[in-house]
């Protein structure tokens, strides 16, 4: 879509907001009062004074260590219960794209890259972090391996922009999302079957059970089979890469004392993820111009299982302060193989000349994380937080190359085999103080103590490298400053906040440590409840400042983090809402500028070689070039009607459109790193019979439009290509619920 008329989009919808406060009265709710934690597989119910004129319900956010209504917390961000998540049809995390501003996510390989405002992660290694935190039931799962296999029975999503430094449980320059599950429910009996059927032979089974024992016990358990048959047809080989098969399943047990002073959660997740590996099209593929077309004759397989279990309490402490301490372990498992020439006619060794191999990989992330935390609740002009925080894993991996064979791995050539031990700790706090019933002063700091250190062995049919052991030890004092303005339930506020993201150790020898990176953000922004809560509009603009990037790309096919020099950027979101009767509309923008701000000196994966004026083996970057999963517009935005037909019937149709437009993977402009825009339309019919039955068809990509999802770069173990979207899918979905 064309630049300008993205412009006049975003004018227009701002100056709809400027006149719908004028001409509407905003309620005089007090901006700091906390509101009840959605519970439940899908909520239908809205806060009390909300629902009986069908205005909009209010919104819950956990970003501060407290519920509070989105309205009054000074953060950019977009929050989506169940109800606004099956309304849009989102189903997995790479979705979520789709219905919020100014996020690019790319899943390939073995991960699922997360970048917001440009800021976060590109390609991982195992010594490496993402810049965007991701937490489960408010417990850090640090490593983006392992972020998609529980985005079933939802209870909201908070996506966070702008840096995380002062009270997220580890420190990150890009943001955080939250997924919080459906809290169980004490003295309650109830639960829900979720169905789906659809083409490509997908069929997904969600369901949860909740089990009210009594007023002091309550358990709820969930589960999620998901099978799909893939999108490409390949011509050769015993795998369909593309294929997938999850299953899951997750308790949550929940505690209080008679006097509800003391209340624990104690929570368990298994997972088991297997696939015939992703679907990769070779740039140089002769057999077929179909993008769902390809030949690989290896058994190719990516494998993911592990558990997490976790433990949190909460002690009132008195009336006014409460204490919170929480405890996790985490092991996560990724095993594959992979057709590392990505054809069947590439000969294998020998001569050395042949490129056929194969390869397989295996990484183990064992994980120990802590948190304690002190924190006011009571309604006063002073709240607080202050707390500490504790990460300690080990990552053991395993790199074989067989490039004596092509269908299957026999015996490897070359042997790769690392341990990071990585340790994270800090101390945070924040005050958040009204001087005024409308004026809130906010100060917030954390310092963050990292250390990495690294053990690697390399093995190759006719070279032993002996051990190389290096570490790396970074530390950092961020924060946030911030002024607030309460107008009844509308809000002006005003922050600068800075995060930081750990240095580390890199995979070959010859490349030097990586050091931390850091993002300073300036931010202005509004809140409004308008038209008697039946519209929302909220918005904001940003400057950023992104120094020492931490860049990844491969130097003899393996990982190595770069620091590059720094980056400026500065845009803006506007997310609106609309409630009107059985009418209702969302929709959001974002417009963002990123660009190096100074020239420097990287490896380049695609084209190794040495530019004029650069070491060895590295090449030039200039001064103004984009910086990677920059997307300059991003809009997405529905339109739904629910028709009573009489009786317990209501029928919804709905029609969304999510525009991503393009952007580069890595700072080198080609081909091979080109993501492609692309604008997408979905529509579903729903009927609900009551408030327990519901059957619904949908279409997503109604166009069909062939898209370019994601570039995947080369390295010596396999050969780069392009991952493509989706096609057009068509399905119905049933869900039952049951009890009280």
């Known amino acids: 879509m064309p630049r300008t008329r993205h412009g006049w989009l975003f004018a227009g919808v701002a100056l709809l907001a400027i006149g719908g406060a004028t001409a509407a009265q905003a309620q005089d709710a007090a901006a700091q009062d906390q509101v009840p934690a959605q519970t439940g597989a899908e909520p239908a119910a809205s806060p009390a004074g909300a629902a009986a004129n069908g205005a909009l319900e209010d919104i819950v956010v956990t970003a501060e260590r407290r519920q509070q209504s989105l309205q009054s917390v000074p953060i950019s961000a977009t929050v989506l219960n169940a109800n606004e998540l099956a309304r849009r049809g989102v189903t997995s995390l790479n979705q979520i794209q789709q219905v919020a501003p100014s996020v690019a996510i790319n899943t390939y390989n073995r991960s699922t890259y997360i970048n917001i405002r440009g800021v976060g992660i590109a390609q991982s290694a195992p010594t490496s972090n993402p810049g965007v935190a991701y937490y489960l039931d408010g417990v850090l799962i640090p490593h983006e391996q392992f972020i998609g296999q529980s985005f079933y029975d939802i209870g909201s999503i908070e996506v966070l922009r702008g840096p995380q430094g002062t009270l997220t449980g ?87 004392t008679s006097d509800n002073l003391l209340k624990v959660n104690l929570r368990g997740e298994w997972f088991d993820y297997k696939t015939d590996n992703n679907a990769v099209k070779n740039r140089a593929d002769t057999v077929s111009a179909d993008p769902f077309t390809i030949e690989e004759d290896a058994r190719s397989y990516l494998n993911q299982h592990g558990y997490r279990l976790a433990g949190e309490a909460r002690y009132d402490l008195s009336d006014a302060v409460q204490a919170r301490g929480l405890v996790s372990w985490q092991d996560g498992y990724t095993h594959d193989q992979t057709d590392g020439d990505r054809t069947a006619t590439s000969a294998p060794r020998p001569p050395t000349a042949n490129v056929g191999r194969i390869s397989q990989s295996s990484t183990d992330f064992r994980t120990l994380i802590g948190e304690v935390n002190l924190l006011s609740i009571n309604k006063g002009p002073l709240q607080w937080v202050v707390g500490g925080f504790l990460l300690s894993e080990s990552v053991p991996v395993t790199l074989l190359t067989d ?66 052991v290096s570490s790396e030890s970074s530390h950092k004092l961020t924060g946030k400053l911030g002024v607030n303005y309460h107008l009844g339930r509308n809000l002006l506020y005003a922050t600068v906040s800075k995060g930081y993201k750990a240095g580390g150790v890199n995979l070959t020898v010859n490349s030097p440590n990586f050091g931390p990176e850091t993002n300073l953000v300036y931010e202005a922004g509004f809140k409004t409840e308008l038209a008697d809560r039946h519209l929302r509009v909220n918005g904001d603009i940003y400057r950023s400042t992104y120094k020492n990037i931490q860049l990844s790309s491969l130097v003899g096919g393996l990982p190595v983090t770069q620091n590059a020099l720094s980056g400026h950027s500065y845009g803006g979101e506007l997310e609106t809402t609309a409630q009107f009767g059985g009418f209702s509309a969302s929709g959001g923008i974002g417009y963002l500028h990123a660009r190096f701000a100074n020239s420097s000196c990287i490896s380049d994966t695609n084209s190794p070689g040495t530019d004029p004026g650069c070491p060895t083996n590295l090449r030039f970057v200039p001064e103004g070039r984009d910086l990677p999963f920059s997307p300059k517009w991003t809009i997405n935005g529905g339109v739904q009607y629910a028709a009573a037909l009489g009786g317990d019937f209501v029928l919804t149709p709905r029609v969304q459109y999510s525009h991503l437009p393009s952007q580069y993977a890595t700072p080198f402009p080609s081909t091979a790193t080109f993501v492609p825009g692309r604008s997408l339309w979905d529509a579903r019919l729903t009927l609900d019979i009551g408030e327990r039955y519901k059957i619904e068809g949908f279409v997503q990509n109604i166009g069909n439009k062939t898209y370019i999802a994601s570039q995947v770069q080369s390295s010596s173990s396999a050969t780069g290509g392009i991952l493509y979207g989706a096609p057009r899918t068509y399905g119905v979905r049933a869900v039952v619920k049951f009890g009280g």
Request: no cysteine; proline share 3%.
């Open 170 to 256: 580890q420190n990150s320059t890009g943001g955080a999302i939250y997924v919080r599950t459906p809290e169980p429910e004490y003295s309650t009996m109830s639960g829900y079957f979720d169905g789906t059927a659809e083409n490509y032979s997908h069929y997904r089974a969600a369901a949860a059970v909740n089990l009210g024992l009594n007023d002091n016990v309550a358990v709820r358990v969930a589960a999620v089979h998901d099978q799909r048959d893939s999108f490409t047809n390949n011509l050769a080989g015993v795998s369909t890469p593309g294929n997938s098969n999850l299953d899951s399943a997750r308790i949550n047990i929940a505690l209080r």
């Open 403 to 468: 490039n004596f064979h092509t269908t299957e791995f026999v015996s490897g050539n070359s042997f790769t085999y690392t341990e990071a031990k990585n340790r994270s700790k800090s101390l945070f706090g924040q005050l958040n103080l009204f001087v005024t019933p409308e004026l809130e002063l906010i100060a917030g700091g954390r310092y963050s103590w990292d250390k990495q250190i690294y053990r690697r062995d390399a093995v190759s049919s006719t070279v032993y490298n002996p051990a190389y």
